[in-house]
């Protein structure tokens, strides 16, 4: 399986997915992690797109394929999971979409979640979901 961690400082801080800086991809064969990378991840704030729509943070129901939302699993597209502290409604629906499941947790230790994640113990904590 592939699966990618939030990070902040590549190595042992799990980050809400809108202040990460990179993912942390590992491909993991049965109890161990064959292979690890970093991916630099996508700017996806609404400031970088605001020139070209007019937004407003009162919306509710957001289309999956919203403009300010596009790319952001360019750099993971692979991956089965997305693990993070925590993410918006938007970029949950936008990783979705290309099949990668976004999975939370309260644990910010890269080594701590990469193991609970190959001993299968890893729970989705959806209250970080906002």
Wanted: proline letters at 5%.
């Amino acid at each position: 399986m592939k699966f990618a961690i939030t990070a902040g400082d590549e190595k042992t801080e799990n980050r809400d997915f809108g202040r990460a800086s990179c993912y942390l991809v590992f491909t993991s064969e049965p109890g161990r992690i064959a292979t690890n990378e970093r991916h630099k991840k996508p700017y996806h704030h609404h400031s970088t797109l605001a020139a070209r729509h007019e937004h407003t943070h009162g919306h509710t129901n957001p289309t999956p394929a919203h403009p300010c939302q596009i790319g952001i699993a360019s750099a993971i597209q692979d991956c089965e999971r997305l693990i993070s502290a925590g993410m918006g409604r938007d970029a949950y629906l936008s990783l979705e979409c290309p099949g990668i499941k976004p999975t939370f947790t309260e644990n910010l230790a890269i080594t701590v979640v990469v193991n609970t994640c190959l001993d299968g113990s890893l729970q989705n904590q959806l209250n970080k979901l906002y």
